[in-house]
């Protein structure tokens, strides 16, 4: 079983920067492939990022690239997004997500909310 903690989450003013953290316990971290997902009110959870198990080839949704960065540390059990020059509709529960010889994340964190104000 994989257990995943998110933080960092809070109110930002449009433009600034959050970085979200997800420690990871509970089974190999290097396995797995490293999501970020999120959910705004009223609307279906969409994915945001991810990172394979080397951190050497990432992923993101066209809302977010040139702006989130999605890292890891293996050593540390923790995946990251930083998130700059956040926009009122990044506002969303930003969720956690691993998988593993899957295309379904099997694993998802309770979510830590981001609120951008304008």
């Known amino acids: 079983q994989v257990q995943l903690v998110e933080s960092g989450g809070g109110l930002v003013q449009a433009g600034g920067s959050l970085r979200l953290s997800c420690a990871v316990s509970?089974?190999?971290?290097?396995?797995?492939?490293m999501a970020w997902f999120r959910q705004a009110p009223g609307k279906e959870r969409e994915f945001a990022a991810s990172?394979?198990?080397?951190?050497?080839?990432?992923y993101y949704a066209d809302s977010v690239k040139g702006r989130f960065t999605i890292s890891r540390d293996n050593a540390k059990n923790t995946v990251y997004l930083q998130m700059n020059s956040l926009k009122p509709e990044d506002t969303a529960i930003y969720y956690c997500?691993?998988?593993?010889?899957?295309?379904?994340?099997?694993?998802w964190g309770q979510g830590t909310q981001v609120t951008v104000s304008s």
């Open positions: 997500a691993a998988r593993r010889n899957t295309n379904q994340y099997s694993y």
């Open positions: 509970g089974r190999t971290f290097s396995d797995y492939i």
């Open positions: 990172v394979t198990w080397s951190g050497g080839t990432t």
